[in-house]
């Protein structure tokens, strides 16, 4: 079990997304890290341990300007707790930042087909299998069409928050058999 959030509006992202962590560290908190899109790119912080330890790093998240972004605290299935292995997980162009609660059940499969075309693995994660297949779908420059035909690809439980380099307008999201809710304001 672990917590995700993601937040995108007109104000600072990393504060709200590390005080939304906080209260889902209940769900797990052997390590946490946010990605947020800046204007040079994605940004990911990532930090073992509690969300304390990301405020450290991130000066309760007031080193990074944007106002869109996702975070993630762990409680780890697969890999242990490392910094390298907390989320979220970019894949190998750095386009994609993804973050995961739940299990990828044929990550192994997924992770040989991926490896044979090419792509390098950081972590021991399930988790980095998904934002790597959005890499390799994503070549016609569709977010939408890569999201879907990964989520066709994966078995198990999974939220996700998705963030792509090629849109910074817009924070994604994915579910099945894993909660996640939506909350709108003006
Ligand atoms: N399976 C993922 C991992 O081990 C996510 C675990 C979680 O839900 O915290 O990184």
Same mark, same amino acid.
């Given at each position: 079990m672990c917590g995700i959030i993601g937040f995108t509006g007109c104000l600072q992202a990393a504060p709200i997304l590390l005080n939304g962590l906080q209260k889902l560290e209940y769900r797990g908190y052997d390590s946490a890290g946010i990605a947020c899109m800046s204007k040079g790119g994605i940004t990911v912080s990532k930090a073992v341990g509690r969300i304390d330890n990301l405020r450290g790093i991130t000066n309760n998240g007031s080193t990074i300007n944007s106002t869109m972004g996702i975070g993630h605290t762990r409680w780890a299935?697969?890999?242990?707790?490392?910094d390298v292995n907390s989320h979220p997980h970019v894949s190998m162009n750095g386009k994609f930042a993804v973050v995961h609660n739940g299990i990828i059940e044929n990550f192994g499969r997924l992770k040989e087909i991926l490896i044979s075309k090419g792509f390098k693995f950081?972590? @021991?994660?399930?988790? @980095?299998v998904v934002a790597h297949m959005l890499e390799y779908y994503y070549r016609d420059g569709n977010i939408l069409h890569a999201i879907a035909r990964t989520m066709n690809a994966v078995e198990g439980s999974y939220a996700l928050g998705i963030l792509c380099d090629d849109d910074p307008d817009h924070l994604y999201c994915a579910k099945k058999d894993s909660p996640l809710i939506i909350g709108l304001n003006d």
């Open positions: 299935t697969h890999g242990k707790p490392s950081q972590s @021991e994660t399930d988790t @980095e």
